[in-house]
């Protein structure tokens, strides 16, 4: 299953990209993060339903710092994501 999702609130220069990260990669999930020049923050994502549950949880709460005031679905492509889950520039 995928994912795409776009993320809002305070969740530039709060560490977000590394936090998803990280959980991403705990999570066994593939995938990437990226700022957009807009200040949302957006992922994408690859796994098993659950896994991929527990990554929204991580986006809705993110670290320390972040105020997230929604995530909302974006349409998911059909291109595999690579491994390990990256962070873009």
């Known amino acids: 299953m995928r994912i795409h999702v776009l993320v809002r609130g305070r969740v ?5 990209r590394w936090f998803v990260r990280e959980a991403a990669r705990e999570l066994g999930l593939a995938g990437w993060v990226r700022n957009r020049p807009d ?4 992922v994408a ?3 098993t339903a659950p896994m991929l549950g527990q ?3 991580v986006l809705r709460n993110g670290p320390p710092g972040a105020v997230i005031t ?3 679905d974006l349409e998911a492509d059909d291109r595999a ?3 390990p ?4 520039r």
């Open 39 to 42: 200040g949302t923050v957006e």
């Open 12 to 16: 530039q220069g709060v560490g977000f």
């Open 55 to 57: 990554l929204r949880d």
């Open 85 to 88: 889950f990256a962070i873009l």
């Open 81 to 83: 994501h690579d491994h």
């Open 70 to 72: 929604s995530v909302d």
């Open 45 to 47: 994502a690859e796994g």
